[in-house]
């Protein structure tokens, strides 16, 4: 079940309770009647969002409209910086954090021609949230770290330690929950004993009993929810009491206590109902879903789940319509509706693509807009220098007969240079259409690979289950003779094994944790297993590969490259034990890749030969060419130790 995490974001310099208090909302509004147009009356309309904020949401964002719209009018840029910090807010507790980020990076430009620091550093600490809140993870280091020297320099404690609980959310969506107890901690710290703000208490609670609830710590952590549930009820903080109330749920659902689950569950939809926030109420009703599963009410289960993909397709909450998907797919699976529950997986497997595509998408757009930007800056470059040759060849013209000369070698050169270009030019088309050759030979390669994996798991597969579950349940049904019922045990082992067989060999053609979770955990995953058949052992270690991001294309391709080489380990190298190792060096952007065995080792002056024999010790035929090709389509170094006798090890190095 997917936990609410709760963000904090900075919306003024000092606390103020977010309890709607009625008395100070009149007072406001009547000084606002008779308010000069000047900034006192931007920062009274900013207060009177604020005191609507956690309980109207729109109510608030129509007076930080009328906030902006005054500060443009008078021209008040600090106006307009303290306006995104606060509309952002809402925005986020809406889960519309795409329109937050692209506010917050417009009020950090506005807040850096205003030069106020304060300003800068809200204004960057509400960007690294956004960023964080996309999954932009580095990103959103990136800008926090900018952040922290300006709130050293400034003493502001509040800030720092909403940055600590901050940092800690990045720690646990990284899974190094140590390190995220270790900053929560921090922020709690300055929450409890020096800074008076009981609201980030309770976010800092509530992240902590994340991070634990991560760790199944459960009884721990439902200390820490307990404590942000009190804090948040008694300042009137509707929006974290909605939050916290779906993790507790979660903590019962998981400890067992399916009732006290199903009313945490409730009472969060209908806070989120109230605040119209889409994002909570979908994952309330899903997890009241999951409830009935449990107590085997498939109906009324299939109801909530229906109502939460409604909600999740309207508001376009695609992470949450993928796992309310697999959870209409398990109710019709246990309402033995095996063509629904196909039909669900298939919607599933549909969307999940649609992201991958998207994401593919932004970052080849991002890539393509940092292309011509680097392109534009060659071109006027060229243009600087070119004028900068026209300026010396008039000067030269003037000096009389030794210009003469110097043009003539001037003239030479650029002959020269021409030439050199208009080679290396040929060279670089030459090796760009080699490439490309190879990217489409290896692309075609896997997207069949795909295909064919993806037909045997989800339709074979899908196939020998439901034949699988229909022999089980005409078992119980038939009389038969002692001989016919060893028969039938033996062909229910018989499916049972082709089962297994099918989705190893889908598997092995495109293996999911490759897809779902990366190379790191892809590669550690295949060394186990190799290791696990007894055929090799097999030992795989990995540094710093938490930090790589690449494309997944080329991780495919070097997941094929490891795989080829241990099965040339395997077969050719008869080697007893095998090692895979992959380093990532941030610094340097580089990946090293390793592979040695212990088997016969072999003259490396055979790779120079085009011909294998049927006791190749290297595997020189299609297997040694593929994986030369994919070094090359990755642009990587290939580097082979070998004597006969002595093992095998291949070093690659690869600029990711």
């Not at 901690?185 to 020096?194: R, T």
């Not at 508001?315 to 509706?337: C, F, G, V």
């Not at 208009?422 to 795909?450: N, S």
């Not at 790589?548 to 080829?564: G, N, P």
């Amino acid at each position: 079940m997917r936990k609410i995490l709760v963000i904090l974001f900075i919306v003024s310099s000092s606390y103020c309770s977010h309890a709607q208090d009625n008395r100070a909302i009149d007072s406001m509004l009547q000084i606002l009647k008779n308010a000069k147009e000047d900034t006192g009356k931007v920062m009274l309309l900013l207060h009177i969002g604020e005191q609507y904020e956690r309980v109207a949401p729109e109510t608030s964002k129509q007076y930080y409209h009328q906030s902006l719209q005054l500060s443009q009018k008078i021209r008040y840029k600090p106006g307009e910086v303290k306006f995104a910090s606060y509309y952002t807010a809402v925005l986020n507790m809406q889960g519309r954090f795409d329109s937050s980020l692209l506010l917050n990076k417009k009020a950090l430009e506005l807040a850096k021609e205003t030069k106020d620091e304060l300003s800068i550093a809200k204004a960057t600490f509400n960007t690294a949230n956004s960023f964080h809140m996309i999954s932009k993870e580095d990103s959103a280091l990136y800008y926090y770290l900018q952040v922290l020297p300006i709130l050293d320099k400034l003493g502001n404690k509040r800030m720092l330690g909403i940055a600590y609980s901050n940092i800690q959310n990045i720690y646990t969506d990284l899974t190094q929950y140590q390190k995220a107890i270790e900053y929560g901690k921090k922020g709690l710290e300055i929450f409890s004993k020096e800074v008076d703000d009981p609201l980030n208490q309770s976010y800092c609670l509530s992240n902590l009993g994340i991070v634990y609830t991560s760790l199944r710590k459960l009884d721990t952590a439902e200390i820490y929810f307990t404590n942000a549930l009190q804090i948040s009820q008694q300042i009137g903080d509707r929006y974290t009491e909605s939050a916290v109330l779906l993790n507790l749920g979660d903590i019962h659902y998981k400890s067992g206590r399916l009732e006290d689950a199903k009313t945490n569950f409730e009472k969060s939809f209908l806070i989120a109902k109230e605040m119209d926030l889409a994002e909570t109420q979908a994952i309330a009703l899903k997890a009241i879903g999951m409830y009935h599963l449990e107590k085997k009410n498939y109906p009324l289960a299939r109801l909530y789940a229906d109502s939460a993909l409604g909600i999740s397709l309207n508001n376009d909450i695609r992470k949450q319509t993928l796992k309310i998907y697999n959870l209409l797919a398990d109710i019709s699976y246990a309402s033995q509706d095996f063509t629904t529950a196909h039909q669900f997986e298939e919607k599933e497997d549909a969307l999940r693509d649609s992201i991958n595509a998207d994401n593919l998408l932004e970052l080849s757009t991002e890539y393509e807009t940092k292309y011509e930007t680097e392109k534009k800056e060659a071109q006027i470059k060229l243009q600087q220098t070119q004028l900068k040759q026209k300026s010396t060849l008039n000067y030269l013209l003037i000096a009389g007969s030794i210009a003469v000369i110097l043009i003539s070698l001037l003239a030479y050169r650029n002959y020269k240079n021409k030439q050199k270009l208009q080679q290396a030019k040929i060279d670089e088309l030459e090796t760009e259409k080699k490439l490309t050759a190879t990217e489409a030979v290896l692309k075609g390669e896997e997207q069949e690979r795909t295909r064919l994996a993806k037909d045997l798991h989800d339709g074979l597969g899908g196939m020998l289950s439901g034949i699988k579950y229909s022999l089980s349940n005409m078992k119980g049904n038939l009389i038969m003779t002692p001989d016919n019922a060893q028969a039938f045990e033996r062909s229910m082992d018989m499916l049972d094994s082709s089962i297994k067989e099918m989705r190893r060999v889908a598997h092995n053609m495109m293996p999911e944790v490759l897809v779902k979770y990366g190379l790191d955990k892809a590669l550690k995953e295949y060394c186990n297993e190799i290791d696990r058949s007894g055929v090799i052992h097999a030992n795989y270690q990995s540094l710093g590969m938490d930090k790589l991001k690449m494309e997944q294309t080329d991780a495919v391709t070097i997941y094929r490259i490891v795989q080829e080489l241990v099965n040339n380990s395997i077969k050719h190298a008869a080697a007893k034990s095998v090692l895979v190792q992959l380093h990532f060096s941030q610094q340097e952007k580089n990946l090293a890749i390793t592979v040695e065995d212990d088997g016969k080792g072999f003259d490396t002056t055979l790779l120079k030969q085009s011909t294998a024999r049927p006791d190749d010790p290297v595997g020189r035929g299609i297997g040694w060419s593929n994986i030369q090709n994919r070094v090359e389509f990755l642009k990587g170094k290939l580097d082979i130790v070998s004597t006969p006798g002595n093992g095998t090890s291949v070093m690659i190095e690869i600029n990711a």
